[in-house]
């Protein structure tokens, strides 16, 4: 008998929705400004989005796969996970949209990545089809100890840019077919009602993470791109800000001369797996759709990628393009529309509870997120959206403020940062030393310090690094046991065996069932 609370037995409308989440990897929000833009060849995200709520102006809690995840799981910042880089655990003790949805009576599962690090590779999922495609050990774990060290076999470098073209197959390309495959095949599954319990589905794909390498048949629809060079072009190194020159190190620029050409391919191959990732969206929804079940569906990315403007790739950054993510929810009673206001990652998981009638009382006062469906429903938010980095290329924590019209960053190492969006989207013209703006730099530095303590923020980064770096030399030497997923098939469960009903399982199987 499962332990659920009075209170969670019945949803206030009936039976509890179906819920079906689909996660993308490095989606630059921006390119996101109402849902997919118009040349964009996205036709299942833009049905999507004309049925949803489309928050034009969400942020990812933080601009990398690891933190960002866990950020969006469990609606907390990374100085709350602790899942400050890519090679941090996430603790088992701290609940996720999965463990509150399967505590209130779901079965909870995933298809794809979710960058768990840690021998905890469920995390409130009741089922996992797919292993990850990345490492769950610690071996990523940076070291502020060694500001400027490059750890080259796994930090992101140029050749993802220089190398962009065309392939039928690919490692992530491999991985992603996987995902929509299984992913397909449970919802196929699902509509045999077997099992009585409403469902959430989290489908989390790869694409389109570089590297940019696209199949040919995406690769062709963009011939004719009028978007294949950046708004703003490449800016000579000096005029970057501090944190931008260390991305730029550890990205081991100064071994690579990027053309134009390179540009152009690079982006050209990361709008074709937009589309390829349409593509595997769209087999999902078919197979909902064809068994006639309905479903709350969100629509959401980890992070962004800068795809080369100022010259910066990939993502660790609170820029635009890095820092902001596509997000949509189509669900009952949300009229479809868009909505200008911040939101955050952080948000989905209260979202996701609201929509299912979960209440989040016992944890809500260590959770930075807040429900998006007052916003949805015409009501005004004005708190602003935080977003922290702590991973490589930083050597200290930043933290990030989005509220109204403005962003302000902060980081003991670097000069503050407060961009006006509104008058300056493209984030070149830093206000923090403007008179003129002193009052509001002075509102956004009381908000940050009243959030964070930096000085401690950096001791508890520095001492998780020390601590798992200890751990993984130690967990290499002698017999090695890894974290990876394996997913599990019961192979005695699966078609037909002695110990079943031939004739009550074709029935059982079968959608719709026979006369």
């Not at 690919?170 to 991985?175: F, G, I, K």
């Not at 009028?226 to 190194?237: E, F, Y």
């Not at 977003?387 to 902060?410: D, F, I």
Request: charge should be negative.
């Amino acid at each position: 008998m499962q332990n659920i609370g009075a209170h969670e037995k019945t949803h206030a409308a009936g039976r509890r929705p179906n819920i079906l989440i689909f996660m993308v990897d490095q989606l630059n929000g921006t390119l996101f400004p109402d849902g997919p833009a118009d040349w964009l060849h996205a036709p299942n995200l833009k049905r999507l989005a004309s049925r949803s709520v489309r928050f034009a102006n969400a942020y990812t809690a933080s601009p990398l796969c690891a933190p960002g995840r866990a950020s969006f799981m469990s609606g907390q910042l990374p100085s709350r996970t602790r899942v400050y880089d890519n090679a941090a655990e996430f603790a088992s003790d701290i609940p996720s949209y999965a463990h509150h949805l399967r505590r209130a009576g779901y079965q909870t599962c995933l298809s794809g990545k979710m960058h768990f690090v840690g021998p905890d590779q469920l995390h409130g999922f009741e089922e996992r089809l797919t292993t990850d495609v990345y490492p769950p050990d610690f071996g990523w774990t940076p070291d502020y100890r060694k500001p400027g060290e490059r750890i080259d076999w796994w930090y992101h470098n140029m050749g993802s840019v220089t190398g962009a073209g065309v392939a039928e197959i690919t490692n992530q390309l491999e991985y992603d077919d996987e995902v929509a495959y299984h992913a397909t095949r449970k919802v196929l599954d699902l509509s045999r009602g077997n099992d009585a319990r409403p469902w959430c589905l989290t489908v989390s794909f790869t694409h389109p993470h570089d590297p940019y390498v696209a199949r040919r048949r995406y690769w062709d629809l963009y011939e004719d791109c009028q978007h294949l060079l950046p708004r703003v072009p490449t800016m000579d190194h000096e005029a970057h800000d501090p944190h931008s020159k260390r991305i730029f190190d550890a990205n081991d620029w100064r071994s690579y001369t990027i053309e134009e050409n390179h540009i152009r391919r690079a982006r050209r191959a990361y709008f074709a797996n937009i589309s390829y990732i349409d593509d595997k969206i769209g087999e999902v929804l078919g197979a909902l759709e064809r068994t006639g079940q309905d479903a709350v569906i969100l629509f959401v990315s980890d992070h962004g990628d800068m795809l080369g403007e100022r010259g910066l790739w990939f993502k660790m950054s609170f820029f635009e393009g890095s820092a902001r993510v596509p997000l949509m929810v189509c669900a009952p009673g949300l009229a479809p529309g868009r909505i200008a206001a911040p939101v955050s990652t952080l948000d989905v998981a209260p979202t996701l509870c609201a929509l299912a009638g979960v209440a989040l009382d016992e944890v809500a006062p260590w959770t930075d997120g807040e429900s998006l469906l007052p916003l949805a429903t015409g009501a005004p938010r004005t708190s602003p959206v935080a977003m922290e980095y702590a991973a490589e290329a930083s050597y200290a924590p930043l933290v990030a403020l989005r509220q109204g019209q403005w962003k302000y960053t902060s980081c003991r190492l670097d000069p503050e940062q407060l961009f006006d969006l509104d008058a300056d989207p493209d984030e070149l013209s830093n206000l923090a030393g403007d008179p003129a703006h002193g009052e509001i730099l002075a509102h956004f530095r009381a908000l940050a310090e009243s959030r964070w303590d930096l000085d401690r923020f950096d001791k508890e980064i520095r001492q998780s690094q020390a601590r798992r770096l200890v751990v993984y030399e130690a967990l290499r030497n002698g017999a090695h046991f890894p974290w990876d997923y394996q997913p599990l098939q019961k192979a005695s469960e699966r078609y037909m065996r002695n110990h079943m009903d031939l004739n009550v399982l074709e029935e059982r199987q079968r959608f719709p069932r026979g006369e």
